[in-house]
């Protein structure tokens, strides 16, 4: 097997020269598929910097232990936020350390596919470009994520009749409605899991008086978290430091509680549903009461949004199979067949 100069096949963990990549940098999580073995790393997109230095000290997983337990020196930060690159030279740092982790060097130039909210703006998407080139890649193509997470949802993007997808990422939720190989009307805003945390540390502060850490809010979505009224409601006991003494307190929260918490943030995505369907065309309105809608997306595995959704606008909704792979999937299916899928992808290879 043809492997790049000083590296080692497949076994050893080199990619070989030119084996294509698929990326999904998202603000909570980053995915890499490679052509040929399929999904590699799904990390968080988390890193711990030197403060000094600027120097990359740990990402992904790595980082994520550190997260609330590092000394004044070392930061931990997210580098993109609402799906786009805040910091790029973190973000590159990062983006090289994983394609290093999946056997990806300077030395293979991989064209690479990546995944952009739809409403990014042309300088945030060049801004990803840029990233992904400096760190090897030969070409870049972008593509859309509610197309991407259509194709891994497995949806007939191909065909006359409409597909409707709602991807709940970290930083955005990505809603399309998709026909003949394109997207006929899209939204994106920039509300995703991330913004859900937040509001469970505020109200938990305003209610409660208590300070929690950004992994405590997470397990408490987890664990008792939803969208719509649960058939037995659940409790969890989270522990914080209580704001007046400084001291840690431990306070028992109901799915109720926490579903009013978070209310602000759902009711923006039941809203941008809403709205992507009531400009949809006549005629693929009557195709999605058929096909209805499919959500993906590691923040629609919060309880209840199928009932939810299907609640608020009269049509079917289901869940796809493996959700939270599902935009680098469809991205994979890109890599894996240039030639078939290359029409939706919505920008041409730089060398």
């Keep these: 097997m043809t492997t790049a100069k000083g590296g080692r096949g497949r076994r050893g963990g080199w ?19 490679v052509r040929g073995r399929g999904v590699v790393l799904d990390e968080p997109t988390l890193v711990a910097v030197d403060a000094g230095t600027g120097r990359l000290v740990a990402a992904g997983n790595a980082a994520l232990e550190m997260l609330g337990r590092t000394p004044e020196r070392v930061l931990t930060l997210r580098p993109l936020s609402d799906g786009v690159i805040t910091d790029s030279e973190v973000t590159e740092q990062m983006l090289r350390h994983f394609l290093s982790t999946v056997g990806v060097s300077r030395l293979v130039r991989p064209r690479a596919v990546v995944c952009v909210p739809s409403a ?5 998407r ?3 470009e840029d990233a992904t080139l400096r760190c090897g890649a030969r070409g870049v193509h972008v593509l859309e994520e509610a197309m991407a997470a259509a194709i891994g949802a497995g949806l007939p993007v ?9 991807d709940m990422g970290g930083g955005t939720t990505d809603v399309a409605v998709i026909s003949l190989g394109g997207v006929v009307n899209a939204r994106s805003v920039r509300t995703g899991g991330v913004e859900v945390d937040e509001a469970i540390v505020q109200a938990v502060k305003d209610q409660h008086g208590l300070l929690l850490g950004e992994r405590s809010a997470e397990d408490i979505k987890v664990r008792v978290g939803s969208v719509w009224p649960l058939a037995t409601e659940l409790t969890t006991r989270v522990r914080g430091r209580d704001l007046p003494t400084g001291l840690p307190r431990t306070i028992e929260l109901g799915s109720e509680e926490v579903r009013r918490m978070i209310e602000p943030v759902t009711a923006q995505v039941v809203e941008t549903v809403r ?14 009461l058929d096909a209805g809608v499919v959500l993906t997306g590691g923040g629609a595995l919060l309880r ?3 009932e939810r959704l299907r609640h608020e606008l009269g049509v079917p909704v289901r869940l796809a199979d493996d959700p939270r792979h599902a935009v680098v999937r469809g991205a994979g299916a890109c890599v894996d067949d240039f030639s ?9 290879p730089r060398s």
């Design 15 to 33: 990619a070989p020269l030119g084996r294509d990549l698929a990326i999904d940098l998202g603000t909570a999580t980053t995915q890499v598929h």
């Design 120 to 124: 990014v703006t042309a300088v945030e």
């Design 126 to 128: 060049r801004a990803l």
């Design 158 to 166: 191909e065909s006359a009749t409409a597909s409707m997808v709602v």
């Design 275 to 288: 709205l992507v369907l009531d400009v949809c065309p006549p005629e693929l309105a009557g195709d999605l």
């Design 304 to 306: 209840g949004w199928t």
């Design 340 to 348: 078939a899928l290359r029409r939706v992808l919505v920008s041409t």
